[in-house]
């Protein structure tokens, strides 16, 4: 079991504050060098963005859910807006900026392997700041996840969330200034491949893995490693749940499915090597499908997938 207590009486499970966008997937039979062309042999336009999906996969496993962010006045924003809210995710703590683009991403998905790249652009006036949050919206769930997409609002949220006995999961790709300060805050920490090297300059996962205790003393930590699963450290010992072998449609937001279904596994008393178990199926199970969240599975689903697997 993870060594943490999940308050109760709280109108959500989980509060996401971060980063939405609006995605193009284009798939293409093969990545296009300097100076190509490639054909795309399939578009579609949907809502994206590493909290916001994870949100959505919070919704689909059966949680109670509330994203907190802010779009443009634009009719991409509205798309975002109106995904979420279809999906039964709260959308009332979202802030929409006059005269602004909302967030988009263009995202490369290689049709032989599901493997993407993303390119991506953000109008600075979206950025979120601390006097822009509410202490009240920050704490009224079970649990708090954050990214590191706006640091300085993350970081008081965090402390409102510690303050208020609310646990926080972070879901960080990246080691933008701050990031030290945030990690500090988090109880499951659960980051991307490389901001442990990053961080701690060791090359090694495991090695990396264990340097990040100097920012983060007390709290769960674990790496994805995409395809090879997830890192974890449970009492000093490195943990490794190996990801389901699974021919990927696209891998678009495998990352973020995780976070949602271990905070599901978490809140539902799972101990780890189930919870990360859980969690890698449900990951499996979004590739089965283009975009980040037509293929978020169901409760029944990842049950159901586990079952047939050893």
Known sequence: MLPIRFPEGKPFDVVGLGENS???LCVVPRFPGLSDKVRVTRYEMQ?????ANAMVACRRLGLRA???GKIGDDALGQVALGELAREGVDTSGVRVQAGTATRLSFILIDAASGERTVVWDQDPRLSLAPAELTQAEIVCGRVLHLDATDVPASVQAARWARAAGVPTCIDIDHVPPGAEEL???????IMSEAVPRELSGETDRERALRAV????QHGFLCVTLGSEGALALLDGEALHAPAFAVQPVDTTACGDVFHGAFLYAALAGFDVPRALRF???AAALKTRALGGRPGIPTRAEVEAFLATRP
Not at 183 to 189: A, K
Request: aromatic share 8%.
């Open 213 to 216: 205790r100097r920012w983060n």
């Open 279 to 281: 969690a890698n199926a």
């Open 183 to 189: 990690i500090g805050l988090i109880d499951l920490c």
């Open 22 to 24: 609006v995605d193009h």
């Open 66 to 68: 509330k994203y907190i």
């Open 47 to 51: 809502g994206g963005g590493q909290i």
